[in-house]
């Protein structure tokens, strides 16, 4: 089966795109739900350079692998293509994500105007609720308008510096 390095191209963004959406509906119904277990490293203050959290990372990464091997032995380029999407978003998660917003590594960067500023904002906000529930944003990529996740917050009472505690630094 051959399909064009064109189509393969757009084949891999398309999933890109839609792997916000999975890992909107992940965050939301599974590691706010049933695998809060893992995901509440993520949600509180850590020491170290790895959270229990990260082994979703993990989970996605074997998933990628698997859709590679797939594509590769048994000659499905669409595949391979669609493991490329899994992958590049990955990529962004670890830079946008790690990097940027919780500032996991070593390149140090506060945003203060934009797109990245708003994602920082979003997710802060995120975090800004003790425990699973009562959560805004649950994207990783795209971030709602802040001004509409405050109003959100706020109407749902749970906020943590209401309740005088401190937001973890992660």
Same mark, same amino acid.
Request: hydrophobic share 45%; aromatic share 14%; proline share 4%.
């Given at each position: ?9 757009? +084949?891999?963004? =398309? ?12 965050? @939301?119904? +599974? ?5 809060? =277990? ?17 082994? %979703? ?7 990628? +692998? ?19 999407? $899994?992958?590049? %978003?990955?990529?962004? %998660?670890? $830079? ?20 990245? @500023? ?15 529930? =009562?959560?805004?944003?649950? =994207?990783?990529? %795209? ?28």
């Amino acid at each position: 089966m051959t399909t064009s390095w064109l189509a393969l191209t757009l +084949i891999a963004i =398309g999933v890109f795109l839609v792997m916000e959406i999975v890992a909107w509906a992940a965050h @939301k119904y +599974i590691m706010h739900g049933w695998g809060w =277990g893992w995901h509440e490293s993520h949600h509180e203050p850590h020491e170290g350079l790895f959270e229990k959290n990260d082994l %979703y990372a993990v989970v996605f990464a074997i998933f990628a +692998i698997g859709l590679f091997a797939l594509g590769t032995f048994a000659a499905l380029p669409i595949v391979t293509a669609i493991a490329s999407g $899994i992958t590049l %978003y990955g990529l962004f %998660y670890f $830079i946008v994500h790690d990097g940027l917003v919780h500032q996991r590594w070593p390149f140090r960067h506060i945003p203060h105007k934009g797109y990245a @500023k708003r994602l920082v904002q979003a997710h802060r906000l995120h975090h800004a609720v003790k425990g699973r529930e =009562g959560c805004v944003s649950f =994207g990783f990529l %795209y971030a709602p308008p802040v001004e509409k996740l405050s109003a959100e917050l706020k109407s749902s009472g749970r906020v943590r510096e209401e309740q005088g505690e401190r937001r973890p630094t992660n």
